[in-house]
């Protein structure tokens, strides 16, 4: 996945109350779906459903730890979504990439010296 | 088309912001392509974004804006005045946004060197405070990005309270 499809999923997987909620009870420490099913007046399946959403974003991971599978929260595209930096560097250099072309068309319009010189002698 | 030297931007000492860029293209079309409006309305802001107004009054105490926007998305306004014009090799501008994220206004100097008909542009954008510097190293800019980040907000305010 490329960085803004990466942000987009995880900020769709944001978008939605539930998973928000889930996410801050993985903060916590790490759960099992059983022990997140609890506090929520929700099923299983639901919770699992929100959680697969969760997982493709690589918000969650699974554990592996016995028989269990608990959930833990993944820190990394929190951590990418705070990345400002990268999309102020990308607003400027989409615009100077116009500003390039841009260059490009003076320069043609507006013959330099060097050039009307090689017209001359081609003449 | 060359690039001959790409996009850099980097914090410098406490309280500034620096852009290096190259141009395969002659100082003094760089600053008009900078300073006029029927050029800057032309490159202005990322790929399918376009600027709705772009006033330029090119003298010291004149003022500038621009106003931008995608379509269907919100505006985002910005302008200033111009404190030294001395083509085409220095430009110094203030700086403020409609909608801030940061504290005052902030202070660009760009400057334009040439060699071999690459003019190199370093801007160094100054601001009133090192909060107010890192802020903008750190936030977002266009509101999409801004949304996500509440909600973002609000996942980490949920976990602190143990939600």
């Not at chain 1, 909620?21 to 639901?46: D, K, N, W, Y």
Request: glycine share 8%; proline share 7%; charged share 30%.
């Amino acid at each position: 996945m490329d960085r803004v499809r990466r942000l987009d999923a995880t900020f769709a997987a944001l978008a939605d109350p539930t998973r928000r909620a889930i996410l801050a009870r993985l903060a916590l420490g790490e759960a099992s779906v059983s022990e997140l099913v609890r506090p929520f007046e929700m099923s299983q399946p639901a919770i699992s459903k929100h959680l697969k959403v969760l997982e493709k974003a690589g918000l969650v991971s699974v554990g592996h730890d016995g028989q269990r599978r608990p959930r833990r929260i993944e820190a990394a595209p929190l951590e990418a979504a705070n990345t400002w930096l990268e999309e102020y560097r990308r607003f400027w250099e989409e615009g100077f990439e116009k500003l390039d072309a841009l260059l490009e068309d003076m320069k043609a319009a507006r013959p330099t010296r060097t050039r009307a010189k090689r017209e001359r002698r081609g003449r | 088309m060359s690039n001959p030297q790409p996009l850099k931007i980097f914090p410098q000492g406490e309280r500034e912001i620096v852009f290096t860029r190259g141009f395969d293209a002659p100082r003094a079309l760089v600053f008009d392509a900078m300073t006029k409006p029927h050029l800057v309305e032309r490159w202005m802001g990322p790929r399918g974004w376009n600027l709705v107004k772009c006033e330029i009054d090119l003298r010291v105490g004149g003022k500038y804006r621009y106003v931008g926007k995608r379509p269907n998305g919100p505006e985002m306004g910005w302008g200033g005045v111009f404190r030294e014009i001395a083509p085409p090799d220095r430009l110094v501008c203030t700086e403020v946004f409609d909608d801030p994220w940061y504290p005052g206004e902030c202070v660009i100097t760009t400057t334009f060197e040439e060699k071999d008909g690459i003019t190199l542009m370093t801007a160094v954008t100054e601001y009133v405070t090192r909060e107010a510097r890192d802020a903008v190293m750190k936030s977002p800019m266009e509101s999409g990005v801004k949304d996500s980040y509440e909600r973002l907000d609000e996942v980490l305010a949920g976990a602190a309270q143990g939600a």
